[in-house]
């Protein structure tokens, strides 16, 4: 490999790193900051039911939002280049967390918080863009599995950073003040050295999967129009079997992304920052097993994303099992344990659907779009993780709340199975 294409690879991989770990500071602070947020609006006047239930609803409308902008803004990078949508959702996520901030009811926290996720919206596709142009099929998955650590172990990190705020004794806006302010300085970073692709430095591009569902167009980074780039996508069963499966993993990561620190506190007895540093046990979990299982497929070849995601699915579904069986006073280590369990095997597959599976679909030719429709599917039922999974956990404890979860991914081990088939079943394509 030429080493300076590899330099400039890395210092690219480096920055959507950091870029999209910083979107976490100013999405996460939401569901580390719940527990404060609903000791304010208890202070003036709601019961806390009334208010967990309220803000599961804000979470829903934050989330229905980020699903509409990965539908139909998230693909625009596929026209406009990667590097304009990657700065444009690091740009606005500032604003509208400094105005979530500044509010102090529900109508203000629900206007905030709904233009933060859809402007967010913009950033995964572009970085999937960018990760098109500047790597070879050969390695999407150890591609996308570093960069996927971002919103992992990016938002652990978070996670952990905003406990600390908290427990030095600042409240939920100062949180909010301070993420801002962290992701526009990465905004700055990223506006100055970013690169679009090795071309804008002449160097030469990698190949794209010959298996894209563009076929030779898959190499062309800029589509003729919509219809040449949805037809290929809508036409085929693998697309949205992957679709499918995108709706019951994303149900379960943006449950636990959303809940965990109130389940630690409720059920586990944490205190309200302990909680918060402890919820990144899911996304820390989850960053081993998307770096493990990035690299793993790239050597098993073309079934290999698939079978991972089957074997993990049907296990998480009994991790799911387990967490949801914990007896009353099961203490404090098992429960995080379980969480972590659930982490690991389910975000290894919920990574590889808008990340390696999606440029495998797409190559340079429509990736972000393959990448944001899979996205915002999946987002579709993540809607259901902040209103439906706040009055599941209300009324039938979150016992209900996790074995509902375990038939979900049992349903979603399924559309893996039937993926697996599939391609077993079709024929490979080779290079040129």
């Known amino acids: 490999m030429n080493r300076r294409l590899a330099v400039r690879q890395s210092l690219t991989v480096a920055l959507l790193f950091v870029g999209y770990a910083g979107y976490y500071l100013c999405r996460s602070d939401f569901s580390v900051s719940l527990p404060l947020i609903i000791d304010h609006l208890a202070a003036h006047g709601m019961t806390a039911g009334e208010a967990q239930i309220r803000l599961g609803a804000v979470a829903s409308f934050g989330v229905l939002a980020y699903a509409i902008g990965k539908v139909f803004l998230a693909g ?120 679009e692709s090795p071309g804008d430095l002449g160097l030469h591009e990698p190949k794209v999967n010959p298996s894209n569902l563009f076929g030779a167009e898959g190499a062309d980074p800029k589509p003729s129009g919509l219809r040449d780039l949805l037809a290929p996508l809508f036409r085929s069963s693998a697309f949205w079997l992957v679709c499918a ?22 059920v586990a007895g ?51 099992f387990a967490l949801g069986s914990l007896p009353a006073g099961a203490g404090r280590q098992l429960p995080a344990i379980l969480v972590g369990a659930v982490g690991f095997l389910v975000i290894g597959p919920y990574a590889y659907l808008a990340g390696a599976i999606a440029l495998d679909f797409g190559g340079k030719h429509g990736s972000a779009t393959s990448s944001g429709i899979i996205d915002g599917v999946g987002y579709l039922a993540g809607i259901l993780a902040g209103d439906t999974m706040a009055r599941i956990s209300v009324t039938f404890g979150w016992t209900g709340a996790f074995m509902f979860l375990a038939g979900i991914t049992l349903l979603s081990s399924g559309a893996a199975a039937l993926l697996l088939i599939g391609q077993r079943r079709a024929p490979a394509v080779e290079t040129a």
Do not use: C
Not at 92 to 99: A, I, N, Q, R
Not at 174 to 185: K, S
Not at 299 to 315: E, N, P, W
């Open 270 to 320: 944490y205190s309200d920052s302990a909680a918060a540093s402890m919820s990144a046990v899911f996304p820390l979990f989850g960053g081993i097993s998307v770096l493990i299982a990035g690299f793993w497929s790239d050597r098993i070849g073309r079934t290999g994303r698939s079978a991972i995601m089957f074997y993990s699915l049907v296990l998480s579904a009994v991790a799911l």
């Open 76 to 195: 625009t990078a596929d026209f406009l280049g990667g590097k304009r949508n990657f700065l444009a959702g690091m740009g606005g996520s500032v604003l509208f967390t400094l105005l979530f901030s500044l509010g102090g009811g529900l109508p203000v926290f629900t206007l905030a918080w709904i233009a933060n996720r859809m402007v967010q919206s913009t950033g995964w596709a572009g970085m999937v863009k960018i990760t098109s142009r500047w790597f070879s099929y050969a390695s999407y998955g150890a591609a996308m599995g570093v960069i996927s650590l971002s919103y992992l172990f990016g938002d652990a990190a978070a996670r952990e950073f905003m406990g600390f705020i908290m427990a030095h004794g600042f409240g939920w806006r100062t949180v909010f003040q301070i993420a801002a302010g962290t992701l526009f300085v990465i905004f700055i970073a990223n506006l100055l050295l970013l690169k």
């Open 245 to 266: 499966l995108s709706l019951g993993t994303t149900l379960v990561r943006e449950t636990f992304n959303t809940w965990t620190p109130t389940y630690f506190h409720e």
